[in-house]
C-alpha cells in the first residue's frame, strides 16, 4: 500500500513502484450513483532499463484505461484506493493504493 507521492522497492522484482498522482472518480458520497465510479492512478516503475510512468484504474467498466501493465515477466496491478472518508474525498495527500506486482 503506497501513500500519496511515495515509493516502495520491490527487491525480489528489481523495480521500484512510485504513486506519483490520482483523479478521482468515484460517486461522491452525497450523491446517489448508476455507477461506484473509480480512482485511477498514476504510477512510476523504475528499475534496470525500465523508466515509466502510466496510469491504471480501479475500475472493471472503464474499457479506457488498463487494470494492470506487464513489464517482462512482472505485472503490476491498482487494486484499490483505501482510507478514503467523505471528508477525504478528492484531497489526494489522503489517499492509499494498493498495487500488487505478481510474476508471470
Known amino acids: 500500500i503506497l501513500s500519496w507521492q511515495q515509493c516502495a522497492e520491490f527487491s ?20 446517489i450513483c448508476v455507477w461506484e465510479g473509480a480512482v485511477d492512478f498514476t504510477l512510476r516503475a523504475t528499475g534496470p532499463d525500465l523508466d515509466s510512468t502510466f ?11 488498463l487494470r494492470s501493465i506487464t513489464f517482462g515477466n512482472v505485472t503490476i496491478k491498482a487494486e484499490d484506493a483505501s482510507g478514503i472518508t467523505c471528508a ?12 500488487t506486482l505478481t510474476e508471470e
Open 88 to 99: 477525504d474525498y478528492g484531497n489526494y495527500e489522503n489517499y492509499k493504493a494498493k498495487v
Open 12 to 31: 525480489n522484482y528489481n523495480l521500484t513502484v512510485c504513486f506519483i498522482n490520482a483523479s478521482e472518480y468515484r460517486c461522491p458520497c452525497d450523491v
Open 55 to 65: 496510469t491504471l484504474t480501479t475500475s472493471t467498466n472503464r474499457l479506457d484505461l
